[in-house]
């Protein structure tokens, strides 16, 4: 028996089941909206915290010719696990490093400055083979990313002289929208524009890139004038609207691919006026009964939900009452005896009736991304429809 088969039949505190099937439908679905591009499923932060391996696996099989991460040790961790034959792009990167493990393993890095290009092509010489290198243009979102003007020419104009050199190989130009989640913002044509701009200037001067993109999820989804030769999906790809204002996951065609649920430790009566939890900002109204779920905040629960996060137990929707601890919370269950062990969900693709992860970013005042992407280590990872 799998390790995974071994989990799905074991009894368990917790569980965050994963289905692929789910993950590769989402891409084939995305690859739709974008006909005229490939496609990158960015794995970054253990794939949105659904697991790095395994739904880059997916991705791949779903139709990703690329894959994406934001740190180099996590573009490292795919290659060891023998995902090969496949373009592998990393952008976050401080000085020091490892970009000669990331030449050897023949990944994409990003460059946003000449400290970077430095670097690079140091690793470069000591390697003995040039590094595929791409450019990233800051185009307004003012996070990392070569300034337009004087920074960006000094910036093409030197790597191309690397390239001259062989030590390195532009291999792509992009940039990141900062507002592409709210269609019609005046940024959206701004960046789209300088972006333009920018790529014109890099190729008038040589520069041959294999990709250029600037397309994140909502892009993707929204802003075909974007989609240029590759897009990028992130959170998309796990079947999560990347803007809630303009559409459910439904609504663009897409399946949230993590559901997670835990067994109730304790089911109790309670007599009316009692306190729950910490500071006792929820007391009951009444008899009741009270559900106890062994998930906390160390688990990626947000406490900010605290009396607001909902959970469907017995059929149905229940809140959380009082404070989310480190390990626990209750849930009201009204006199409710769904008895020990029974399953409390506290997010799914919502087919069941169960919340979503974005009934969570509601309570939490946060977005879905951070609901799925914090759920920790102690929840095991469960994956369904592994196999095609």
Same mark, same amino acid.
Request: proline content about 6%; aromatic content about 6%; some cysteine.
């Given at each position: =028996?799998?390790?995974?088969?071994?989990?799905?039949?074991?009894?368990?505190?917790?569980?965050?089941?994963?289905?692929?099937?789910?993950?590769?439908?989402?891409?084939?679905?995305?690859?739709?909206?974008?006909?005229?591009?490939?496609?990158?499923?960015?794995?970054?932060?253990?794939?949105?915290?659904?697991?790095?391996?395994?739904?880059?696996?997916?991705?791949?099989?779903?139709?990703?010719?690329?894959?994406?991460?934001?740190?180099?040790?996590?573009?490292?961790?795919?290659?060891?696990?023998?995902?090969?034959?496949?373009?592998?792009?990393?952008?976050?990167?401080?000085?020091?490093?490892?970009?000669?493990?990331?030449?050897?393993?023949?990944?994409?890095?990003?460059?946003?400055? =000449?400290?970077?290009?430095?670097?690079?092509?140091?690793?470069?010489?000591?390697?003995?083979?040039?590094?595929?290198?791409?450019?990233?243009?800051?185009?307004?979102?003012?996070?990392?990313?070569?300034?337009?003007?004087?920074?960006?020419?000094?910036?093409?104009?030197?790597?191309?002289?690397?390239?001259?050199?062989?030590?390195?190989?532009?291999?792509?130009?992009?940039?990141?929208?900062?507002?592409?989640?709210?269609?019609?913002?005046?940024?959206?044509?701004?960046?789209?524009?300088?972006?333009?701009?920018?790529?014109?200037?890099?190729?008038?001067?040589?520069?041959?890139?294999?990709?250029?993109?600037?397309?994140?999820?909502?892009?993707?989804?929204?802003?075909?004038?974007?989609?240029?030769?590759?897009?990028?999906?992130?959170?998309?790809?796990?079947?999560?609207?990347?803007?809630?204002?303009?559409?459910?996951?439904?609504?663009?065609?897409?399946?949230?691919?993590?559901?997670?649920?835990?067994?109730?430790?304790?089911?109790?009566?309670?007599?009316?006026?009692?306190?729950?939890?910490?500071?006792?900002?929820?007391?009951?109204?009444?008899?009741?009964?009270?559900?106890?779920?062994?998930?906390?905040?160390?688990?990626?629960?947000?406490?900010?939900?605290?009396?607001?996060?909902?959970?469907?137990?017995?059929?149905?929707?229940?809140?959380?009452?009082?404070?989310?601890? =480190?390990?626990?919370?209750?849930?009201?269950?009204?006199?409710?005896?769904?008895?020990?062990?029974?399953?409390?969900?506290?997010?799914?693709?919502?087919?069941?009736?169960?919340?979503?992860?974005?009934?969570?970013?509601?309570?939490?005042?946060?977005?879905?991304?951070?609901?799925?992407?914090?759920?920790?280590?102690?929840?095991?990872?469960?994956?369904?429809?592994?196999?095609?």
């Amino acid at each position: =028996m799998t390790e995974t088969a071994a989990l799905r039949t074991a009894p368990l505190r917790a569980r965050a089941e994963i289905d692929l099937a789910a993950l590769r439908a989402n891409v084939r679905t995305l690859r739709a909206h974008a006909p005229g591009a490939a496609l990158m499923a960015v794995v970054k932060s253990d794939a949105y915290g659904h697991g790095a391996v395994p739904c880059a696996r997916a991705a791949i099989e779903g139709g990703a010719g690329w894959l994406g991460t934001a740190t180099p040790e996590e573009a490292l961790v795919l290659r060891a696990a023998g995902l090969h034959g496949v373009r592998i792009m990393c952008w976050l990167w401080t000085p020091g490093g490892p970009w000669r493990e990331a030449i050897e393993a023949d990944l994409d890095v990003s460059l946003s400055g =000449m400290w970077a290009l430095r670097e690079v092509t140091e690793a470069a010489r000591q390697a003995g083979a040039p590094a595929r290198v791409q450019l990233k243009a800051d185009t307004g979102l003012g996070r990392n990313g070569c300034q337009p003007g004087e920074d960006w020419a000094e910036l093409v104009r030197e790597a191309l002289r690397a390239e001259a050199d062989g030590l390195v190989r532009i291999t792509g130009l992009w940039s990141h929208f900062a507002c592409a989640d709210e269609p019609g913002h005046p940024s959206i044509a701004a960046q789209l524009s300088l972006f333009r701009e920018m790529v014109t200037y890099a190729e008038a001067r040589g520069v041959r890139p294999e990709v250029r993109h600037i397309a994140n999820s909502p892009a993707t989804l929204t802003v075909p004038d974007s989609h240029f030769d590759l897009v990028r999906t992130g959170i998309a790809t796990y079947g999560i609207s990347p803007s809630p204002e303009l559409g459910s996951s439904a609504d663009f065609g897409l399946r949230p691919v993590m559901t997670l649920s835990a067994s109730l430790a304790l089911v109790k009566h309670v007599p009316g006026g009692h306190g729950v939890s910490y500071g006792h900002h929820y007391v009951t109204p009444g008899d009741t009964t009270l559900g106890l779920v062994p998930l906390g905040y160390a688990d990626g629960i947000p406490r900010h939900a605290s009396g607001a996060g909902p959970v469907l137990v017995g059929g149905k929707w229940r809140t959380v009452a009082g404070r989310i601890a =480190m390990d626990q919370f209750v849930v009201d269950l009204g006199g409710d005896e769904p008895g020990t062990g029974a399953e409390a969900v506290l997010f799914g693709p919502g087919d069941r009736g169960e919340p979503t992860a974005e009934d969570w970013a509601q309570a939490a005042g946060t977005i879905a991304y951070e609901i799925v992407t914090r759920i920790g280590t102690r929840v095991p990872r469960v994956y369904r429809n592994a196999s095609r």
